[in-house]
T-cell receptor, first 112, second 115 residues
Framework: DAKTTQPNSMESNEEEPVHLPCNHS???????IHWYRQLPSQGPEYVIH???SNVNNRMASLAIAEDRKSSTLILHRATLRDAAVYYC?????????????FGTGTRLTIIP | GAGVSQTPSNKVTEKGKYVELRCDPI?????LYWYRQSLGQGPEFLIY????????DSGLPNDRFFAVRPEGSVSTLKIQRTERGDSAVYLC?????????????FGPGTRLTVT
């Protein structure tokens, strides 16, 4: 599986935007970029995914570099509830690669 | 609607004992996954079911681990002769689609402690 690299931890002030980076230099043409997050004592939850174009949903935005070798998850206005571990995961479009391969993620701390 | 549920939420057992962990997926989801998460690590894939059959069990660490999904809904993860190294949070997830765009919905996990 293609690998992703994320910073171990980040801090952000409450109500400020947060940019969480992810490097995936060996991404293949059929890999989707997925983001999940895991709040304390909970299972992971889906945040967003994209292939080539930038994506927006109610939770976040995903900015994908033109060469697709990196991406950034953007939380537009962080709240205390956004404190979690954020995982950037590559997932092949084709059937037969159904599992999610998690790394260690980025632990995001929100400062009140 | 109801999400993925897992029982028990906590399980403490003695080394050498047998345990069963249960997962109730979201109704209508054909794909079901088991993951294991050790402290400070991301979840690690164990096994994936499509319907009743195990489509990929490459993540099961050894033959002490086994999982079933007899009617294509509820799944049970079974661990024989438990060892202290099996202590972890066991997560279950389900999804409607297994393609690269398919979102997986996770349960809260079962925390297994082997003493």
């Amino acid at each position: 599986d293609a690998k992703t690299t994320q910073p171990n931890s980040m801090e952000s002030n409450e109500e400020e935007p947060v940019h969480l980076p992810c490097n995936h230099s060996t991404i293949s043409g059929t890999d989707y970029i997925h983001w999940y997050r895991q709040l304390p004592s909970q299972g992971p939850e889906y945040v967003i995914h994209g292939l080539t174009s930038n994506v927006n949903n109610r939770m976040a935005s995903l900015a994908i570099a033109e060469d697709r070798k990196s991406s950034t998850l953007i939380l537009h206005r962080a709240t205390l509830r956004d404190a979690a571990v954020y995982y950037c995961i590559l997932r092949d479009y084709d059937f037969g690669n159904e599992k999610l391969t998690f790394g260690t993620g980025t632990r995001l701390t929100i400062i009140p | 609607g109801a999400g993925v549920s897992q029982t028990p939420s906590n399980k403490v057992t003695e080394k050498g004992k047998y345990v069963e962990l249960r997962c109730d997926p979201i109704s209508g989801h054909t794909a079901l996954y088991w993951y294991r998460q050790s402290l400070g690590q991301g979840p690690e894939f164990l096994i994936y079911f499509q319907g009743t059959g195990a489509a990929d069990d490459s993540g099961l660490p050894n033959d002490r681990f086994f999982a079933v999904r007899p009617e294509g809904s509820v799944s049970t993860l079974k661990i024989q002769r438990t060892e202290r190294g099996d202590s972890a949070v066991y997560l279950c997830a389900s999804s409607f689609s297994t393609s690269g765009t398919g979102e997986q919905y996770f349960g809260p996990g079962t925390r297994l402690t082997v003493t």
